[in-house]
Structure formats: C-alpha cells, structure tokens
C-alpha cells in the first residue's frame, strides 16, 4: 500500500510554455502532499506545502505564481509550471501524507512519488 | 531558519563493514523521520522517532534520536550490496508543523 504515482515521469518543453505535473496517492487519502525539488546529487528542497481545500504554503524564495499547486481533492495535487525557464529544469518530486491514522506508521510519514524529470529547452 | 546538517555526505564500506549516518538540527525537534533512495529512484520512509533517547531497531538498522532531541543517527550492522542509496534523516519542528526539513543526505557505497 501507499502508493503515489506522478505524471508525466518526464517532459520535454520550450522556453515560455507551462507545464502541468500531477501528483496522485493511490490507495490512501492524503492530508497533505508537498512538492520538492532535487537537483543532481543533492538533497530535497522543499517548495511548497499543500492541503486539500486550501491554498498552498510555499517556502521562501518559490514564487508561487510560478509554480501554481491546486490541492483538488484527497488524492490529487498538480503543480503547474509557468512560463517555464531552462533555470527551471530539474526533477520534481512529490510526496503525500496520509491522514493521521492511516499510516502504517500512525502519522505523518510522506510517501514520495517516482518524480518527473522537467527540461525546458 | 532550521537547519539540519548531515555528516558524512558519502561514505564507502566494504562489505561486511558497519556504517553509520549523523543528523543534527540546529534547533530542537518533535519527531525525526529517516528516508533512502535507492540510485535512480525516490526516497522511501524508514522510520519515524518521536520520544527523547528513543532507539529502534529495523533488522540490521538502529536508528537514535537524542536525549535533547536535536540529534539523531542511523547505524548499519554489517552492510550488505543491497544497502547501497543515499540515507536522508528529516526534521519536524516542534509547534506541530507538517513541514519537514531534510538533510543532505549521505550516500553509501558499498564494496563486494
């Protein structure tokens, strides 16, 4: 169980177009998904943080309207790239918590999807 | 901001060699998870710790978190090829955010 799955797993754009990446958990209703950022060999970079119903909390220095997160539901979440940058190419990974309790592990565990590879030409 | 700084950033062993991660947040934590990645994939949660001093056991991983809960490690009894992937520990702050503040990670190599 607590499977989140992302689409598309890669995309390939032009500078200036924007790019939709969704983020869905699977078997379980998510309380909270959050969108990361990893460049090459490093660590994970949180951007911003989203509940379902409810704007989303970005982290100093995202703007956040270049990087729209819609919370539509339990089990979605899409970021949508605007006006994408080849500054912006790098790999985009969500993840989702599940709602306290309904974790294998009681409570707030993230659960990562398998990320999308964005490369703005 | 927090920080959570995580030493050391590679670590190659041969195997049969223990191994051993350390986090450590510049402020006080209310609960610390552990992630891997294996190469290529997406990190997966290992462990949560909650309660100060708490140690637990995964078969050969020991996972602490310290008295003052600022501090946490993950040791590995005997690594084996199939431990290899990178090992990030990640931080909540206390207050009840769903944030969590990940470390750099340290990436395990490991020799057959």
């Known amino acids: 169980g607590a499977v989140v799955s992302q689409h598309p797993s890669w995309v390939i754009c032009k500078s200036g177009t924007s790019v939709k990446i969704e983020c869905r958990s699977l078997?379980?209703?998510?309380?909270?998904m959050f969108w990361y950022r990893q460049f090459p060999k490093q660590s994970l970079m949180l951007m911003a943080t989203?509940?379902?119903?409810?704007?989303?909390?970005?982290e100093q220095g995202v703007e956040k309207d270049k990087f729209l997160i819609n919370h539509a539901s339990l089990t979605l979440s899409t970021l949508t790239v605007t006006s994408a940058h080849p500054e912006d190419s790098s790999f985009y990974i969500c993840?989702?918590?599940?709602?306290?309790?309904?974790?294998?592990?009681?409570?707030?565990?993230?659960?990562f999807g398998p990320g999308t590879r964005l490369t703005v030409t | 901001g927090q920080q959570v700084m995580q030493i050391p950033q590679y670590q190659h062993v041969q195997e049969g060699e223990d191994f051993t991660t350390y986090c450590n947040s510049s402020?006080?934590?209310?609960?610390i998870q552990w992630y891997k990645q294996r190469p290529g994939g997406h990190p997966v949660f290992l462990i949560q710790?909650?309660?100060?001093?708490e140690v637990k056991k995964q078969k050969r991983l020991t996972f602490q978190f310290g008295e003052a809960k600022k501090n946490s490690s993950l040791h590995i009894t005997a690594t084996q090829t199939t431990d290899v992937g990178t090992y990030f520990c990640?931080?909540?702050?206390?207050?009840?955010?769903?944030?969590?503040?990940f470390g750099k990670g340290t990436k395990l190599t490991v020799n057959p």
């Open positions: 078997d379980f209703q998510a309380t909270t």
């Open positions: 990640a931080g909540r702050t206390q207050g009840g955010s769903e944030k969590l503040v």
């Open positions: 993840s989702a918590s599940p709602i306290i309790g309904q974790g294998a592990f009681g409570s707030y565990e993230q659960y």
């Open positions: 989203s509940n379902e119903g409810s704007k989303a909390t970005y």
């Open positions: 710790l909650v309660k100060s001093g």
């Open positions: 402020t006080t934590l209310s609960n």
